[in-house]
């Protein structure tokens, strides 16, 4: 099992940019891929930004360009650079950790979430 907790959010003016972190614990060598997820009220979690273990990315269209998703494997940290942020960025955002072990690949639990506010 892996376990992650996110930090990071806060209140930040439009245009403003944010860095949110995912720290992982628990049996991280079998991670296989992390994502930054966000859940605004009334609407369903979403992907946002993903990262493999062999580096690949993958983004939300609403985001490309303006959010980066990297990794520090030595502190077994996740970062979500997020530049140019908009109103509708507003949201709580998650991580999550899936484990890709003896064939079997494995959803991880949500962190507690990290609440980001846009606005002037």
């Known amino acids: 099992q892996v376990q992650v907790m996110e930090s990071g959010g806060g209140l930040v003016q439009p245009g403003g940019s944010l860095r949110l972190y995912c720290a992982a614990s628990?049996?991280?060598?079998?991670?296989?891929?992390m994502g930054w997820y966000r859940q605004a009220p009334g609407k369903q979690r979403e992907l946002v930004a993903g990262?493999?273990?062999?580096?690949?990315?993958n983004y939300a269209d609403s985001v490309k360009g303006r959010f980066t998703i990297s990794r520090d494997n030595a502190k077994n940290t996740v970062f979500l650079q997020m530049n140019s942020l908009k109103p509708e960025d507003t949201a709580v955002y998650y991580c999550?950790?899936?484990?890709?072990?003896?064939?079997?690949?494995?959803?991880?639990?949500w962190g507690q979430g990290t609440q980001v506010t846009v606005s002037s």
């Open positions: 628990g049996s991280i060598f079998s991670i296989y891929f």
């Open positions: 999550r950790a899936d484990r890709f072990q003896d064939g079997t690949y494995s959803l991880g639990p």
């Open positions: 990262i493999t273990s062999s580096d690949s990315t």
